[in-house]
């Protein structure tokens, strides 16, 4: 499996141990920009970035999901801001959409 990891170096370069090909940006802005030249460039089947960056990265992933394509998988994981929480808002966003009603966790 080919995985990237996207996000400042702190960030990166454990997963740059692991085998994963990591690619720098401290903003959300690059990272935007980097998560969809990748994702349409198709060599990657997961892309790993900071949680902080999911509101930046969010229109990106739903394209690649509304184009239907299974890969990449987008994986959302806290860096050391500790800035976490994001995904999980996202989530309960989603869902209560699909029941047609508020869900509170």
Not at 21 to 44: H, I, N, P, W
Not at 49 to 65: K, L, Y
């Amino acid at each position: 499996m080919s995985v990237a990891v996207i996000g400042p170096p702190s960030f990166i370069t454990c997963f740059e141990l692991i085998g994963a090909e990591g690619f720098d940006a401290g903003t959300g802005e690059a990272v935007a920009e980097t998560v969809r030249d990748l994702s349409d460039e198709g060599r990657f089947q997961l892309i790993i970035i900071p949680e902080r960056f999911a509101e930046e990265t969010r229109s990106v992933r739903e394209s690649v999901m509304n184009r239907g394509d299974i890969t990449p998988v987008f994986a959302l994981i806290p860096d050391f801001t500790m800035e976490t929480g994001m995904r999980m808002a996202e989530l309960q966003a989603v869902v209560s959409l699909a029941i047609g009603t508020r869900l509170e966790l």
